[in-house]
């Protein structure tokens, strides 16, 4: 499996922005679909958006969408997830995950074989 470690999380105003990091190592990482999640405490762990080994695809969920965008260097073995305008309610501690598997459903959290240790965004009002 693939090691995952997040960072980039912290407090910011509504409105603001921050850079999500999740650096990989232990596998080539060009290997691995990517996906990000995030989870209040007492809820499901929800998807917020993945990408292809390429970087060619991405899918972004709908709360999230214009406002947040994936990419990754393959050559630094780290993904990004940038959140723009955020809202209160993006308020969660934020996952990536990495899939081994080509053609399934990226938006399943199932599909991810492994997972970094989470990062904390908190966006206050």
């Known amino acids: 499996q693939v090691q995952l470690v997040e960072s980039g999380g912290g407090l910011v105003q509504a409105g603001g922005s921050l850079r999500l990091s999740c650096v990989a190592s232990?596998?080539?990482?060009?290997?691995?679909?990517l996906g990000w999640f995030r989870q209040d405490p007492g809820k499901e762990r929800a998807f917020v958006g993945y990408i292809s080994r390429s970087g060619s695809s991405t899918l972004l969920s709908d709360p999230v969408k214009g406002r947040f965008t994936i990419s990754r260097d393959n050559a630094k073995n780290t993904a990004y997830l940038q959140m723009n305008s955020l809202k209160p309610e993006d308020t969660a501690a934020y996952y990536c995950a990495a899939s081994v598997y080509w053609t399934r459903d990226f938006t399943n959290r199932l599909t991810y074989d492994s997972w970094g240790q989470g990062t904390q965004v908190t966006v206050s009002s």
């Open positions: 232990g596998r080539t990482f060009g290997n691995y679909a």
